[in-house]
Every structure is written in C-alpha cells, then in structure tokens.
C-alpha cells in the first residue's frame, strides 16, 4: 500500500497558503480570545471573528456559532499556514464536534426519509463538493441556509483532492449537530480508509493535526463510518452517491436427492445480477471503513460506486472495479417498484465524464442520464472548476450545480448552477496529482486488501 501513497512528508510546513501573513503575528492573534470586526480594508492579518473556537458548556450549537465556525474556516485557509489550524480549532473542540455528530449519524437508518416536509418547505440536494470549502460556503450562501423551511441533502464525498476536505467535512457536521432533522449527510465513496488513504485527505489532517493528526483521521474515519447510504425525500426521491445496488439475498438452501443436509453453493459470479429493493438496503451493514466489492456484503459498495450507463441491465463496473453499471431499463424498474420518480446521484465529475462516451459532460454541475415513462435519472456534481490540482495547464473550468425541490411533489428538479470562488487561496496539494489517476478508476483491489 505504501508504495502506492504520494510522496512527500506528511506534516511538511511548506504547505503553506500563498497569503499567509508573519506567522508571529498569528502567534499573537490566536493565542488569546479575541473578537475584532473585519473592517481592516486590506491585509486581512486579523480574524473576523472569536479564535480559537471554543465548545459551547451545554453543547448546544447555535447559528451564531455555525457562522463563526465559518468565518474561522475562511479566515484562516486564506492566512494561517495549514499546520496552525489547531489554533483555531482546537483538538478538544474537535473531539467534541465530531463524537456528537457521530452519535446522531450511527443512529440514522441506511436509508434516511425525510417526509416532514410542507407546502413550506424547501429540500436542497448537494452532490460532490471534495474539499472545495469556498464554493461549499457559496452554495450555502446562494441557496440559504439550512432551516426550518430549508432541508439540506449532501450526496457525499465532501472530502480528498481539494484542499479544505477537513473543514468542509467539519462544517458539515456542524450543520447537522445544530439541525439534524434538516441536514443530511450521506456517504460517498471518498469517505472511506482507502480513497482517503490516495487522494489527500489523509495527509491533509496530518499537515494540519501534526502529532494530533492520526487521532483527528481516526476519528474522521469512524464519523464516515456512521454516515448513511441514501435518502428518500418527500417518498418520490431516492437519492445516493454512486445510485442503484443488486439484490444480496440469499438463495434458499436446496438439499438434493439422497445428500442430506448439503447446501448448494451458489458460486456469486454465475448467479445473475437483479437489482436491489430497499428492504435489502435497509438490512445492509454500512458500518466499515471500506465498503467490500465481494462477498456477502456488497450492497454498500454497489450504492456508493456504481454509474448509470445507456446500455441497458446491470453489470459489473469493470472501470472502476467495484460497484455496478446500470442501464435504462434498471432505472425504470426502480422507480417503478418503489413509486419513485427521481433519482439523484453524483460521483462523476467532468473528469470521468470525459471518458465516458453516451453519457452527458459535466460542464454545468448536471446532466439527465435517463428518462424513462416512470420518471428521470439525474447526475449532480458540485465542485465547479474541479479538480482543484490538475496537471495540465488548461482547466475544465466546470460549473457545479445544485439542486431545489419544492412542493407539492417534490419531484421536479430546479437546477441551480454556479462559477466557482475567485480566487482560490493558493496551497500546495496533499497527494501527487500528477501520478495519482484522474478519477477513481482501475482501483488496486489488492492494496485495498492490504489496506484494511
Ligand atoms: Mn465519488
């Protein structure tokens, strides 16, 4: 496995912002709590805002401290090197946030629904983010944030190849302790030991967290543990990563004429693939570090890997090595089985839909993949001008969208797309982008063997 990791120090100091400003003068700032406005025109060597955080005493976050949570993150990915992040979010103050999302999230069925919803309401769906705090903190902006009124779906992978995955997935995990009946996290395939472990986000905590960081990664790590699998919002739209999963149940044993007792072992690569209901979703066991692509439990990794395709069935995902490919036809049955009329999933990004003739670009944050007499398939991508490192000069310079689903339905999609945040703050990436593949295909299975 190791050999297969970027090269490179995992705490190196020189990961450093481009704008970061006489690091004794953030030694003074941050060392004591102070609350300044913002209102210094230029040279924004102070902190808008109260640092470090501190965790509030009856562990009730309030939006005032989202907001500040916010501030900090911005404030200091623009002017504190990487490895003084401690100074703004303490270890503690981590601890505390990421145990009591945790407990919310491992309580949370595979399949979370979310049917409060009213004439008033308003359910945003987030696909891909990756790390991309600036345009994650814009998307919250533009679409308003969580509410009441206002419900909030993330399609995973909030994490690896940008360099703010540990904020971002902070961030997130704070919207969801301050409103979890609001505020749903789901799993991507990025949340994970192994794809963490390749694209970044392990190194990222590490640069951060110094002697700290392998504690702050395992906890991360036990968080993406909990997160769920999929949503049904308003019972007409399945939303997951990756999208549709095969069926796992189990043949019942046959005993043969005159041999007692022998069960039949259906060899799992003859036996043909049916697609998944959300009963066998519901029983699946989603609670390990990286979802297995054989055996008994498959039906995790079907959910956060698998693509669509136009080719119609299901089939294995060759290109990336675990999951499914699923066609037209799957989608309809899906839909139809479950009274569904939507899906929404994410996972490709303009990268991987560059290779993947049939199928739309992603140069809009979107595209409708299927449509089919019981409703649409839908990909949803919202990290714009990703990746964040490339190693080639011209840039896709992709928009990410969002997605609104209003009354009474709740089934047609209102799409919302948007440029990503000028200018990025400079940084050094945390995995050799230039060698590490574009998307996550053609998976070492074996490394992952070894890795777990
Ligand atoms: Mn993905």
């Known amino acids: 496995m190791a050999d297969s990791l970027p090269s490179g120090p995992p705490s190196d100091p020189a990961t450093v912002t481009a704008a970061a400003t006489n690091s004794q003068d953030e030694a003074t700032t941050t060392a004591s ?22 965790w509030p005493a009856d562990s009730c976050l309030t939006l005032d401290w989202i907001q500040n949570l916010i501030s900090a993150f911005d404030w200091s990915s623009k002017n504190l090197a990487p490895s003084e992040l401690p100074s703004v979010l303490p270890v503690s103050v981590f601890d505390n946030l990421v145990l009591t999302a945790s407990k919310i999230l491992h309580k949370e069925p595979n399949c979370v629904r979310i049917d409060d ?36 779906v993330f399609n995973g992978d909030y994490v690896d190849r940008g360099a703010w995955g540990l904020e971002t997935f902070l961030l997130l995990l704070a919207w969801k302790v301050f409103l979890p009946q609001r505020v749903y996290l789901l799993r991507g395939n990025h949340e994970s030991k192994y794809c963490t472990s390749v694209y970044g986000f392990e190194k990222e905590v590490l640069a951060k967290y110094g002697d700290k960081g392998k504690h702050v990664y395992r906890k991360c790590l036990g968080c993406f543990e909990g997160l769920p699998l999929a949503s049904i919002i308003a019972g007409h739209v399945y939303t997951a990563h990756g999208g549709l999963f095969r069926s796992v149940s189990i043949t019942p044993s046959k005993r043969s004429k005159g041999k007692k007792n022998r069960r ?5 690569e003859t036996k043909p693939l049916c697609l998944g209901s959300l009963e066998e979703l519901s029983k699946a066991r989603r609670s390990v570090l990286d979802p297995p692509w054989e055996g008994q439990n498959l039906i995790p990794g079907d959910v956060l890997w698998s693509d669509p395709t136009m080719k119609s069935g299901l089939s294995p995902n060759t290109e990336r090595g ?23 999933r994410s996972h490709e990004g303009p990268d991987a839909r560059e290779k993947r003739p049939g199928l739309g670009g992603m140069d809009i944050g979107y595209t409708i ?11 949803l991508f919202s990290a714009p001008d990703y990746p964040q490192f490339q190693a ?9 969208a969002y ?21 990025r703050p400079a940084v050094k990436a945390y995995y050799d982008y230039e060698d590490v593949i574009d998307s996550d295909e053609e998976l070492d299975l074996a490394s992952m063997v070894t890795a777990t």
């Open 117 to 152: 919803c009213n004439d008033n309401s308003r359910v945003v769906v987030v696909g891909d983010v990756h790390g991309q705090l600036h345009d994650v903190i814009f998307l919250l902006q533009d679409a308003g944030f969580p509410c009441e009124d206002r419900f909030f």
């Open 369 to 379: 993949d299927h449509v089919v007499p019981s409703g649409k398939l839908i990909t």
């Open 33 to 54: 709590s102070t609350t300044t406005t913002s209102s210094t025109p230029e040279g924004p060597t102070l902190p808008p805002v109260q640092i470090p955080l501190s």
């Open 264 to 268: 039949i072992i259906l060899n799992s």
């Open 392 to 400: 080639t000069e011209e840039r896709l310079k992709n928009k990410g």
């Open 403 to 423: 997605i609104v689903l209003k009354p009474p339905c709740f089934d047609v999609p209102e799409f919302h797309t948007f440029e990503a945040i000028t200018p």
């Open 322 to 344: 675990i999951g499914l490919l699923w066609g037209p036809d799957c989608t309809e049955d899906f839909l139809k089985k479950f009274e569904l009329k939507l899906i929404i």
